[in-house]
């Protein structure tokens, strides 16, 4: 049972420590863990080399760096994990499942860390299978073979570029929902409302269903937010 943990990186020395941490206390497994930084100014290269977690270098661009990390890859299944998060503590649990049972691609649903009421009926939602409910913060484990032939992340994508991979997997009833949460940093909530980040997401979502340039996708995801 082998995997590759690829985890794309920009300034991320507030957690990324701990995500590794929670990885190498919870696998037993064969694995390898694929760091692609996007060009860190803090300590986020350090702490992963530290950690022995191989570091590569590339262009700031989420697409772009989980791509690079794919194509370092060198084992069957690939994780996408971001760096604010933390899967359970059953991580190996489910990815040995997951494997053994020929799963094309798996998530989490979403937990948040010190969730308000609003957060936790969002969290309720992601249980379903809606595109709208899913995300990268949920993190990905795909076959390397499936990974490539639905031709990677879209590196045209400069927001939301897990979807249209998401869209295919889904589409294709390839992707399986796990019925455990994947704990989500609350870090966009810190200045802002719920409904204000709602919002920009929603409309993200809508322009993203319309085929709407992702520039344009993110400079309104931005204004929304301001």
Not at 11 to 32: A, K, P, Q, V, W
Not at 74 to 100: G, M, N, R
Not at 175 to 203: C, E, F, H, Q
Request: glycine residues 4%.
């Amino acid at each position: 049972m082998e995997i590759s943990i690829i985890i794309p990186t920009l300034n991320e020395s507030e957690y990324i420590g701990r995500l590794i941490d929670h990885i190498l206390s919870n696998l037993t497994i064969t694995f390898e863990i694929i760091v692609v930084d996007g060009g860190s100014s803090d300590a986020t290269i350090s702490i992963c080399e530290e950690r022995n977690a191989k570091v590569l270098s590339s262009k700031p661009s989420r697409a772009i760096q989980q791509n690079v990390g794919a194509e370092h890859a060198q084992y069957d299944y690939l994780y996408f994990v971001h760096a604010d998060t933390l899967p359970p503590d059953s991580l190996e649990e489910d990815l040995v499942k997951c494997i053994e049972e020929d799963i094309v691609a798996a998530c989490y649903r979403s937990t948040y860390e010190n969730a308000s009421l609003l957060l936790r009926v969002n969290a309720f939602f992601t249980r379903f299978y809606w595109l709208v409910a899913r995300g990268g913060d949920q993190s990905l484990l795909i076959k390397k073979q499936a990974f490539f032939d639905h031709g990677k992340f879209d590196e045209s994508y400069v927001i939301m570029e897990e979807y249209p991979l998401i869209e295919k997997l889904m589409e294709n009833k390839e992707l399986k929902i796990l019925p455990k949460g994947m704990l989500i940093s609350t870090r966009k909530y810190d200045d802002r409302s719920w409904l204000k980040v709602s919002r920009a997401n929603y409309k993200a979502f809508r322009l993203f269903k319309k085929n709407v340039d992702s520039k344009i996708i993110k400079q309104v995801y931005k204004d929304a937010l301001s």
